[in-house]
């Protein structure tokens, strides 16, 4: 990579390794309290990053307390329970109990309850447009070094944990957890370290209905 494709770190929501290549910090995301009462969530991204129109988006959920999630049509749904004695979901009156580290999808048309009744939960949130964008999660438990590559689809990785770091050039950044980095198209970029990675690959919606899916034992 030419010095000239570079940009100079400085300490914003976001470090810019090239113009394809950003670091987003999590303790500069903003707080936002649920209409329900219920939680808090900090933005990670969205796409488009303005507007009303939603594509997709990556958030930090804090569920306080038990209650209902709100209906959102035309939207599916995936949480990684990451921190918390136990989390489960009741979609359509059926049970769900949610494992931690484990991507759990489903749909936003559903009514859901969410019980979390041993305690507050800290989860990662994406909620995707099916009319527009599907997202394909992989959690991976990074010993050295994972290489993230992408020829096309945008892609977001998420430290779940600790420990790692990512860099580009001669430059490097550690991830605090749930920093991410964000290759908006073709690229690629190291992840280095020990810890989990959370990695979601979004592409444009294809012409068949989307299949809601469960990775997590129900």
Not at 97 to 120: H, K, M, N, Q, Y
Not at 145 to 163: E, P
Not at 178 to 195: F, H, R, T
Request: charged share 20%; aromatic share 6%; with cysteine.
């Amino acid at each position: 990579m030419s010095s000239a494709s570079q940009i100079r770190l400085q300490k914003t929501a976001q470090r810019t390794f090239t113009m394809s290549v950003r670091v987003l910090q999590f303790d500069r995301a903003k707080r936002m309290s649920w209409a329900n009462g219920i939680g808090v969530t900090r933005q990670i991204l969205r796409s488009p990053a303005y507007g009303t129109r939603l594509d997709w988006r990556v958030s930090v959920a804090d569920v306080e307390q038990s209650g209902a999630f709100s209906r959102l049509p035309g939207i599916d749904r995936t949480i990684v329970f990451c921190e918390g004695n136990r989390m489960s979901l009741t979609i359509n009156g059926k049970s769900v109990e949610l494992l931690r580290g484990i991507p759990f999808e489903f749909s936003g048309d559903a009514a859901t309850f969410c019980d979390v009744s041993r305690g507050s939960t800290r989860n990662l949130n994406i909620m995707v447009n099916r009319a527009t964008a599907i997202a394909k999660t992989t959690v991976t438990m990074v010993n050295g070094t994972h290489t993230a590559l992408t020829t096309s689809a945008a892609q977001l990785l998420v430290a779940i944990t600790t420990g790692m770091a990512t860099g580009a050039g001669t430059q490097s950044v550690d991830l605090e957890r749930y920093d991410a980095v964000y290759l908006e198209k073709a690229g690629q970029v190291s992840i280095s370290g020990s810890g989990s990675l959370l990695s979601i690959e979004f592409t444009p919606a294809r012409s068949e209905p989307c299949v809601t899916r469960s990775k997590a034992q129900v």
